[in-house]
């Protein structure tokens, strides 16, 4: 699973690779770049200190391009597209929502295209029907949270639906304290980022 975001303020210009849910054993230091290594020796991360002195700054999620590869071919020898296999954050479609007893949570089936998970939710604003951004297990977020399955209240959760704060997406103006709701119509099981721009609801 590849995760890759960036926020020159918050993350102090460090570009922030997550390639694998795995504890790092082993962390090594090469200038400006930064990379782990699990139990059997496969790379779990890699952090791009200074990252606008390579002369590239975008912000927040980022999809894996030619600027990211060819930096990780150059300077590590990496080919990033080899661990690009798992979408981390992917359109998912509630398809049934039920309050849990005696608490603020919902108890969701959401479709995400290749199977339907269940995901336990405390948003006020969930709701069958809706079409959300759903965090697959081993996803890495903003704050270093790892999407790990859960259970709450007894309840099975694998995942998170999620909202603008918890992506840390500051250039919108929907309601922070809720879920992010998509647009009708788009398509279930593929990557938010791919079909980002004007697919969250004013």
Do not use: W
């Not at 926020?7 to 990379?35: H, M, V, W």
């Not at 859960?150 to 840390?168: F, H, P, T, Y």
């Amino acid at each position: 699973m590849l995760a890759i975001f960036y926020n020159r303020t918050s993350l102090k210009d460090t570009l922030i690779i997550q390639i694998s849910p795995e504890a790092s054993i082993k962390t090594i230091q090469d200038g400006n770049f930064t990379y782990g290594l699990s139990l059997d020796n496969k790379l779990t991360f890699i952090n791009i200190f200074n990252f606008s002195e390579l002369g590239n700054e975008p912000n927040g999620y980022l999809m894996l391009d030619k600027t990211i590869a060819d930096i990780m071919k150059k300077h590590l020898n990496i080919d990033l597209s080899t661990y690009n296999s798992i979408l981390p954050f992917i359109i998912g479609h509630v398809v049934q929502c039920e309050d849990i007893p005696n608490s603020h949570l919902h108890k969701c089936k959401v479709d995400i295209g290749k199977e339907t998970l269940q995901i336990v939710c405390g948003a006020s604003n969930v709701r069958q029907g809706l079409n959300v951004i759903v965090a697959q297990v081993g996803a890495t977020m903003p704050n270093g949270l790892l999407i790990k399955k859960n259970k709450l209240l007894g309840k099975e959760s694998d995942g998170m639906i999620c909202s603008v704060r918890e992506l840390d997406l500051k250039s919108t103006s929907y309601n922070k304290d809720g879920i992010v709701e998509l647009n009708d119509g788009l398509p279930i099981g593929q990557s938010f980022i791919s079909v980002f721009a004007n697919s969250i609801k004013e």
